[in-house]
């Protein structure tokens, strides 16, 4: 995947579709990718594509797909995290070959993927996205989720990033300010943006800043998967200068509030020789 800034910056969520399968060269490519897409957590998460017609699937927030991707993960500690970092490698695998996709967690019936899905005891099934190139048009209620999610704007830096503690924002002219500007364009749910990562000692650690009413439900923490997302685009955002990273559940037990929780470390490790 080429420029990896604007495939991120570029990528978007998509619910409407232009009504045709996506070309069996483009589904080769995907069916391959998908085969091992590694996390930092070495939790498998296995894909599945589904045929809309084939298993009587659908949302009734998407119009015009035919084609799904559901990802299948063991229950266990930091499997949300795991899910969400695999997806969005996925995710931009499929943007970068102009394939249309959108995380749905909550208005499908479930059941019914989970099935198609072959979905064991065990396992559980976060989310699914459609899989299809974007209509040219957007339909009247997709661009009314988007405009009522606020789905083309973010938290500005100082609010996300922090400098040794919490709260305290870290300078905009950092080494590593672009990538965190990947981070900072990762797609949530509802666009709550839950990630913060607090810099210290050279080692980013990353946290999620729960909202209210959000639950844990047996079928995935989404605000967790949103962290495995901004912390995928963080990972790749740094390997893609060159470098190396390594990811570990190391809490440096920093003063944080509440409703914050520590997830993992980041550290940067050498450069590579090309």
Known sequence: MSNL?????????????DGEYISEEHKKALAEYMKDVKNPFDIPVEFVMLDAKEHGLSSPVLSGEKTYVAG???KKPYADVAFGYSFEKLVLYAWSLGIGTVLIGGTMKREAFEKAAGLKDGEMMPCMSPLGYPAKKKSIRESMMRKGAGADSRFSPDKLFFADKWGE???????????LEMVRWAP??????????????GIYHFYEKRDKGYEKPKTGDLQKIDIGIALCHFVMGIEDKGKTVEVEINDPRL?????????ASVSIQYIKYR
């Open 169 to 179: 924002a870290l300078p905009q002219d950092n080494e590593f300010s672009d990538v």
């Open 255 to 263: 003063e944080i509030p509440e409703d914050v929780e520590y997830i």
């Open 5 to 17: 800034s604007e495939l991120i910056k570029g990528r978007k969520s998509f619910r409407t579709f």
């Open 72 to 74: 299948k993960v063991s």
């Open 188 to 201: 949530s749910a509802v666009n709550k943006q839950p990630w913060r990562i607090v810099v210290k000692d």
